[in-house]
């Protein structure tokens, strides 16, 4: 299984991106989807993740400016992200729980990184 995530770039402040990551390989179930983002010296942590029911879950910092949504059929998750702000300059990281087969358990795979650059 591979991740290939995309969409990152800079813009000004109040400006807006969509980061969008797509799996291929061997998938029977996608289980969840999520984006995180490290900004430099910090820790990464959580932007927003989207079960497969759709149930979605956003950290405090990005509520009402970000938005994630998945495509089941092409196996991808979108972020959409307005109102970008300096602080949300970072690497975004796509992340996903695949099962492989219906009789495996499912794995943590992550994409490979793209930078967001807000500028003030």
């Known amino acids: 299984v591979q991740l290939q995530a995309s969409g990152g770039g800079l813009v000004q402040a109040g400006g807006s991106l969509t980061l969008s990551c797509a799996a291929s390989?061997?998938?029977?179930?996608?289980?969840?989807m999520g984006w995180y983002r490290q900004a430099p010296g910090k820790e990464r942590e959580l932007v927003a993740s989207?079960?497969?029911?759709?149930?979605?879950n956003y950290a405090d910092s990005v509520k009402g400016r970000f938005t994630i949504s998945r495509d089941n059929a092409k196996n991808t998750v979108n972020l959409q992200m307005n109102s970008l702000k300096p602080e949300d300059t970072a690497v975004y990281y796509c992340?996903?729980?695949?099962?492989?087969?219906?009789?495996?358990?499912?794995?943590?795979?992550w994409g490979q990184g793209t930078q967001v650059t807000v500028s003030s």
């Open positions: 992340k996903t729980h695949i099962l492989a087969t219906a009789l495996s358990t499912a794995r943590v795979y």
């Open positions: 390989g061997t998938i029977f179930s996608i289980v969840d």
């Open positions: 989207i079960a497969g029911g759709g149930n979605t």
